[in-house]
T-cell receptor, first 114, second 111 residues
C-alpha cells in the first residue's frame, strides 16, 4: 500500500487566494482526519470523517475553512480566502476502526501564505 | 479540558547516552500512543500502550504506561543519530475519539 497520499507537498500563495489541499487515505480505512501543525500550537485536529461523513469539525478555525469527503478515497481541505496566519503544515491521516487504532499520516502539505 | 504535558521540549545529547521523555496528565487515558516524526514527513506510530503498568520494548526504546494510566515515559538506551526526530505522545479516551496530543520532544543525537 502506498500509504496516505497528500498533494501538493508545498503551496505558496498570496493572501486572499483560495487554497485546496488533497488527500487520498489508505484503502479500507474508515476514518479520515485533517490536522494542522505549527511550532507554536503543535498538532491540532481540524476535522474528522467516519465513512465519508463529517463527525466533528469543532477544530476548524473559521468559516474560511471547509472540508469534504465525496467518496472513500478522496478528501479536500479548502481555505478561502487564505491569510498569512494559515501558514502551517497540514496533515491528512487515516485509520481503521476505533479510537485506539493507530493513525497513518501523509507527508503533509506545507502551506505558506504571503 | 484534557491536557497532555510532554517534557522535555528539546533535548540534544551525544551518541551513546541514555534519555527519557515524559508525558503527564491529570486525566486518565484508555490508551496512549507514541509517534516519531522526521523532518518533512508525517508522524509514524511507534507503539500503543493500553494496560496500566504496561511496559513495551522496541529494540533500544522502552515505553511504560503509568499504573493509573495518567502518564507514560519513553526511555532510549544508547541513543544513535538515527533516533533524531520529534517524539509525540497522544492519549485516547473512550468518551471521545479525538486524540489528546502532547506538544512533542525534539530530540537531536549528535555523533
Amino acid at each position: 500500500d502506498a500509504g496516505v497520499i497528500q498533494s501538493p507537498r508545498h503551496e505558496v500563495t498570496e493572501m486572499g487566494q483560495e487554497v485546496t489541499l488533497r488527500c487520498k487515505p489508505i484503502s479500507g480505512h474508515d476514518y479520515l482526519f485533517w490536522y494542522r501543525q505549527t511550532m507554536m500550537r503543535g498538532l491540532e485536529l481540524l476535522i474528522y470523517f467516519n465513512n465519508n461523513v463529517p463527525i466533528d469539525d469543532s477544530g476548524m478555525p473559521e468559516d474560511r475553512f471547509s472540508a469534504k469527503m465525496p467518496n472513500a478515497s478522496f478528501s479536500t481541505l479548502k481555505i478561502q480566502p487564505s491569510e498569512p496566519r494559515d501558514s502551517a503544515v497540514y496533515f491528512c491521516a487515516s485509520s481503521l476502526g476505533a479510537s485506539h487504532s493507530p493513525l497513518h499520516f501523509g507527508n503533509g502539505t506545507r502551506l505558506t501564505v504571503t | 479540558t484534557q491536557l497532555l504535558e510532554q517534557s522535555p521540549q528539546f533535548l540534544s545529547i551525544q551518541e551513546g547516552e541514555n534519555l527519557t521523555v515524559y508525558c503527564n496528565s491529570s486525566s486518565v487515558f484508555s490508551s496512549l500512543q507514541w509517534y516519531r516524526q522526521e523532518p518533512g514527513e508525517g508522524p509514524v506510530l511507534l507503539v500503543t500502550v493500553v494496560t496500566g503498568g504496561e511496559v513495551k520494548k522496541l529494540k533500544r526504546l522502552t515505553f511504560q504506561f503509568g499504573d493509573a494510566r495518567k502518564d507514560s515515559s519513553l526511555h532510549i538506551t544508547a541513543a544513535q543519530p538515527g533516533d533524531t526526530g520529534l517524539y509525540l505522545c497522544a492519549g485516547a479516551t473512550d468518551s471521545n475519539y479525538q486524540l489528546i496530543w502532547g506538544a512533542g520532544t525534539k530530540l537531536i543525537i549528535k555523533p
